[in-house]
């Protein structure tokens, strides 16, 4: 099993910037790629951002490419996502996942998430 420590939520106003963080632990090993999801009250859970083991690939959905940046310290786990420009519709529990398969990666454990809010 694997379970996530994940950090950095909170509220901000509109073009402000927030750091998200997300440790690993138990099942760390043979994980392939670490990633950042969202879901918002009332939608499905969506795909924001994920980096390979080695940082080597890197993936962003269209709606956070070129404001959120994703990185990874490997030998602690550890991915982050800085958010910069954020916006009302940024607002959203955002989870970490990992994946433990080759690339296209899937992602099929969860944290608890962190919650962003972005007001206008």
């Known amino acids: 099993q694997v379970q996530f420590a994940e950090s950095g939520g909170g509220l901000v106003q509109a073009g402000g910037s927030l750091r998200l963080s997300c440790t690993a632990s138990g099942r760390t090993f043979s994980m392939t790629a670490m990633g950042w999801f969202r879901q918002a009250p009332g939608k499905e859970r969506e795909f924001v951002a994920a980096i390979s083991r080695r940082g080597g690939n890197i993936s962003y959905a269209a709606s956070v490419k070129g404001r959120f940046t994703i990185s990874r310290d490997s030998a602690k786990n550890t991915v982050y996502l800085p958010m910069n420009s954020l916006k009302p519709e940024d607002t959203a529990v955002y989870s970490c996942?990992?994946?433990?398969?080759?690339?296209?990666?899937?992602?099929?454990?969860w944290g608890q998430g962190t919650q962003v809010t972005v007001s206008s």
């Open positions: 996942s990992v994946s433990y398969g080759p690339a296209p990666y899937s992602f099929d454990y």
